[in-house]
């Protein structure tokens, strides 16, 4: 499967962003879909994750402020973010595996069989 992120850009500290993945080449509805981010000088770190099911779990730093969800008809998986800070300034990356279960460590991008090229997110002050 194919993935392209989007929607990143330039924000203010406290404002929103929506990042869209569109999936291509495989049956979308199969796959556990994850958000990684990294920040200049740091290892690529887990945001969240939405399972087959529509199932969601979050890092610790994205509980309550950030939001996954898809669309099966659309291919697509979507991370609205809100009240960003200086902190959440990275790369964000979709990542993509088929099959995953409840049990796998869902927030080890070794997981993911599939990956987008990221997107750049600057949240400025």
């Known amino acids: 499967v194919q993935l392209q992120a989007s929607g990143g850009g330039l924000v203010q500290v406290g404002g929103s962003l929506r990042l869209s993945c569109a999936a291509s080449?495989?049956?979308?509805?199969?796959?556990?879909m994850g958000w990684f981010r990294q920040a200049p000088g740091k290892e690529r770190e887990f945001v969240g994750v939405i399972w087959w099911s529509g199932h969601t779990n979050y890092a610790d730093s994205a509980k309550g402020r950030f939001t996954i969800s898809r669309d099966n008809a659309k291919n697509a998986v979507y991370l609205q973010m809100n009240s960003l800070n200086a902190e959440d300034t990275a790369v964000y990356y979709c990542?993509?595996?088929?099959?995953?279960?409840?049990?796998?460590?869902?927030?080890?991008?070794?997981?993911?069989?599939?990956w987008g090229q990221g997107t750049q997110v600057t949240v400025s002050s």
């Open positions: 080449g495989g049956t979308f509805r199969q796959y556990t």
């Open positions: 990542a993509a595996r088929r099959g995953m279960i409840r049990s796998a460590p869902y927030y080890s991008s070794e997981e993911y069989h599939y």
